[in-house]
């Protein structure tokens, strides 16, 4: 009877091991192939024969995936309820703010990727809502007039100023700017792009590198305070409701980051349930993780972690700072998530060598794949290949 005993232990255990082999099996999913991305900026095109001819030459090169730009600052390149039309596309005088150019650049987009099995993602600014020293018109209904108490105020108290060539920001701890910003992702969840993709979401750290266009004759520390962002009442009276009366900088810095993972985790929300399974959530994040939590309050790791977002796009555009930077992602996001949600970002201005050698490191570097900054430097305004874009697409096309 005791060898029954040992054929039937025998028998349980393959039967046993063969079960968790059926179960491996089962959920095996074959690697996917490397994501291979390109960013089209809203200043790459103004007519539908300019949207016609990028969206084909970046098909043909054989990228996988195209960011279009279709939000700048708070001005819209679709048809939008919310915002106004872009005066790029009518003439590019801020006068024509909210004019109707009678076509749909991401519309045009999308029927004209469709048969190149291209993947468009609706990229837009976040929270950039005004930029440049003329005023919108008042009828267009532009954030910048229509809710100026939307902005952020700088320690100072001055309401965050747009400069000749940046942006002012709005305040993602108000609720009605996140109630915002959800609706402008519903609306493009309303078109079947494959993803949307987020762009300056997170605190202007750099503004102090503009605010001395507005305050001249400030001293180095004014400066300072005039970039540092947000003092409002709401912000304020948030943080005193949290903490009490003494806030210690660390509190303040836990504060924004949470403020601006929430626009985040919101956008995610949405996305759910309007187009569950079916849509990428991406975003750009600075090429550091660490100081872009420490400074931008951006946490890009944890929304990586938290799985708030499919694809963390690295803004990894130095070349001495390349390979720490793809390190600190790594341990920022952990090796599965760098490997699944980490598209590595190339900036295409940098000699194109270094861009050649780049794209090979990001290939073996375990991420799901690179994205290139961007279209303009490997097509000219014809539309026609650089000498730069020659070099890169013989090695990019499959």
């Not at 060898?3 to 255990?13: P, Q």
């Not at 150019?101 to 048969?115: E, I, S």
């Not at 912000?235 to 009366?245: E, I, N, T």
């Not at 780049?358 to 900054?373: C, E, H, M, T």
Request: hydrophobic share 40%; with cysteine; aromatic share 12%.
């Amino acid at each position: 009877m005791k060898w029954i005993k040992t054929v039937w232990v025998v028998l349980l255990g393959i039967g046993v091991a063969a079960a968790v082999l059926w179960m491996g099996l089962g959920s095996f999913q074959p690697p996917q192939p490397p994501v291979r991305a390109l960013w089209v900026t809203r200043f790459d095109y103004t007519t539908p024969e300019d949207v016609r001819r990028i969206v084909e030459n970046v098909a043909m090169a054989g990228f996988t995936d195209v960011f279009f730009q279709i939000r700048g600052n708070a001005t819209a390149y679709y048809r939008s309820q919310l915002e106004p039309w872009a005066y790029e596309l009518t003439g590019g005088k801020v006068a024509s703010l909210g004019t109707d150019p009678g076509w749909d650049p991401l519309q045009l987009a999308l029927d004209t990727a469709a048969p190149h099995g291209l993947r468009v993602h609706a990229y837009l600014n976040v929270l950039p809502a005004w930029k440049g020293l003329a005023e919108p018109p008042e009828a267009a209904g532009q954030l910048w007039t229509a809710h100026p108490d939307w902005f952020m105020v700088d320690s100072l108290g001055q309401k965050m100023l747009p400069t000749s060539g940046w942006y002012s920001f709005i305040n993602p701890v108000l609720p009605e700017v996140r109630a915002h910003l959800r609706g402008i992702v519903a609306e493009l969840c309303q078109y079947d792009v494959a993803g949307i993709h987020l762009d300056y979401i997170r605190y202007p750290e750099d503004y102090r590198l503009v605010a001395e266009q507005h305050y001249p004759n400030a001293s180095k520390e004014e400066l300072r305070r005039h970039s540092d962002f947000s003092y409002d009442p709401v912000s304020q009276a948030a943080l005193f409701d949290r903490y009490g009366w003494k806030v210690s900088t660390a509190e303040i810095h836990q504060f924004r980051c949470d403020s601006v993972t929430r626009v985040v985790r919101d956008i995610s929300y949405v996305m759910q349930s309007l187009k569950p399974g079916n849509c990428l959530l991406t975003a750009s994040v600075l090429g550091n993780p660490v100081d872009g939590k420490a400074h931008a309050h951006q946490d890009s790791g944890t929304w990586v972690k938290q799985g708030l977002i499919d694809w963390a796009v690295q803004m990894n555009y130095g070349t001495q700072s390349f390979d720490p930077y793809i390190k600190a992602m790594k341990k920022a996001t952990g090796g599965r998530g760098f490997s699944s949600s980490v598209v590595v970002g190339i900036y295409c201005k940098n000699e194109v060598d270094e861009v050649a050698a780049q794209i090979d490191k990001v290939l073996n570097s375990g991420s799901r794949g690179y994205a290139l900054f961007s279209y303009s430097f490997l097509f000219d305004k014809t539309h026609r290949e650089t000498e730069k874009g020659r070099i890169l697409l013989a090695k990019i096309r499959p």
